[in-house]
Each structure stands twice: as C-alpha cells, then as structure tokens.
C-alpha cells in the first residue's frame, strides 16, 4: 500500500476504507452480519441462555473465513482463538460480541465477555503501533518484519426486539481491569442493518465520508 492510499484513509467512507486497507469488501461484511442476526434468532426456547450470541459467533466466523478464503486469507486458531490471515500475514481477523454501544460513533463500545492472554497479546501489539498509521517506508519495514499480527475485530449486537445488528470492524487497543476491551483505534463503523425492511430491502449506498483517524474467550 502507498502511502498516498494511506493517508487518504480518513477522508473515505468506512466500507471503502476497509476494502483499502485489507481487501475486505463491505458485502463480505454485510454477508457476515446477516448470517450472525439470523443464527442468533435461531435460537430455541429450549436451548441454553446465550445460545443465540454462541451460534452467532460460530456462523458469522465461518462466513468471514468462506467470503475470505477466495481472496487468498488463511484460518488460524492462535490459542484457540479462531482468526482469518491476511495473505501477507500481517492482519488478523476475528469475530466478537459487544455490547449496546456496539456501532454508535458516540459511544465506546465494550466486548460483551471477557478476553483471554491471546487477546490481551495482541491488544499490547496493537497499541504499540498506535502512532504507525500512516506510516513512513522506514516504519513500514518494521511492520512488515513484526511477528505479531495486527489484530482486527468482528464486532457484532444484535437487537433482537427491534431487529437490527449493528457491527464494526475495529482495532482494539487497551483492556479494562474486567478482562474487557474498551478502546479502539480505528473504528470502521458499518452502516445498521435493519430486518423490518422490505424483503428486497439490498445492501445500503456506502455512508457519508467520515473523520475516521488511522493510526493504521481466547
């Protein structure tokens, strides 16, 4: 990526800046995120409490993993925590829940569990690049020679009374003293989707040009 392409970043809407900076489509995302809203809603009376957000994050993993295999990512399961890789190694993808805040621009939004040693690995690795976005060629070699990858987070909430899912893909950079992360840099908020639309209700127009400022349990 040139720096050029970087540096134009926060003047790109969400879905166009996440397809530059990752080659992640917003239809690969939005494919994602229906298939999260419906596996939650499958859930049965009977089934245990939390089953919904349990399916929804176990098919909204494999779906990220299948729209991305084709563009040449790689499943990983670091710890356990199960990821999709870049081609080139460098970024990471997983799928997690949030809270409320989930989406809103407004608000920070919190995982809904506790993170485990991998999570909170990669949040340091993270935070220590926090002043490497954009980036000079020299500060790009030594990205490119890091061991660690830069990890990106799914985010998901499903409302189900209203039923709408909000959803981001985010970086997270800190964990609070509960286990949870509870900040992100960037945040690329993806628009809401709302299931009371029509039934050929079609993937929303890329939103208004945002000031997103890139700094580019497991």
Same mark, same amino acid.
């Given at each position: *990526?040139?720096?050029?392409?970087?540096?134009?970043?926060?003047? %790109?809407?969400?879905?166009?800046?996440?397809?530059?900076?990752?080659?992640?489509?917003?239809?690969?995302?939005? $494919?994602? &995120?229906?298939?999260?809203?419906? +596996?939650?809603?499958?859930?049965?009376?009977?089934?245990?409490?939390?089953?919904?957000? =349990?399916?929804?994050?176990?098919? $909204?993993?494999? $779906?990220?993993? &299948?729209?991305?295999?084709? +563009?040449?990512?790689?499943?990983?399961?670091?710890?356990?925590?199960?990821?999709?890789?870049?081609?080139?190694?460098?970024?990471?993808?997983?799928?997690?829940?949030?809270?409320?805040?989930?989406?809103?621009? @407004?608000?920070?939004?919190? =995982?809904?569990?506790?993170?485990?040693?991998?999570?909170? +690995?990669?949040?340091?690795?993270? &935070?220590?690049?926090?002043?490497?976005?954009?980036?000079?060629?020299?500060?790009?070699?030594?990205?490119?020679? $890091?061991?660690?990858?830069?990890?990106?987070?799914?985010?998901? @909430? &499903?409302?189900?009374?209203?039923?709408?899912?909000?959803?981001? %893909?985010?970086?997270?950079?800190?964990?609070?003293?509960?286990?949870?992360?509870?900040?992100?840099?960037?945040?690329?908020?993806?628009?809401?989707?709302?299931?009371?639309?029509?039934?050929?209700?079609?993937?929303?127009?890329?939103?208004?040009?945002?000031?997103? *400022?890139?700094?580019? +349990?497991?």
């Amino acid at each position: *990526m040139q720096r050029n392409q970087l540096t134009s970043i926060p003047h %790109l809407p969400p879905e166009q800046a996440v397809e530059l900076l990752l080659g992640v489509s917003a239809k690969d995302l939005y $494919a994602t &995120a229906t298939q999260y809203y419906q +596996k939650v809603l499958s859930a049965g009376k009977l089934q245990p409490n939390g089953s919904g957000g =349990t399916l929804g994050w176990i098919y $909204a993993t494999e $779906a990220i993993r &299948a729209h991305l295999i084709s +563009k040449g990512w790689t499943p990983s399961d670091p710890s356990n925590q199960p990821r999709i890789v870049s081609p080139d190694g460098k970024h990471a993808i997983t799928v997690m829940r949030g809270d409320i805040h989930t989406g809103n621009p @407004h608000r920070t939004p919190l =995982t809904r569990n506790k993170r485990g040693n991998r999570t909170v +690995k990669s949040v340091h690795f993270n &935070a220590a690049q926090q002043d490497m976005f954009p980036v000079s060629r020299d500060e790009r070699q030594v990205l490119v020679e $890091a061991t660690e990858q830069t990890l990106w987070v799914l985010l998901f @909430h &499903a409302d189900i009374n209203n039923k709408v899912v909000n959803y981001e %893909l985010s970086r997270p950079i800190n964990m609070g003293e509960n286990g949870k992360v509870d900040d992100w840099k960037p945040r690329f908020i993806l628009p809401q989707i709302d299931f009371n639309a029509p039934t050929d209700y079609q993937m929303p127009e890329p939103s208004p040009d945002l000031d997103i *400022m890139v700094t580019p +349990k497991a």
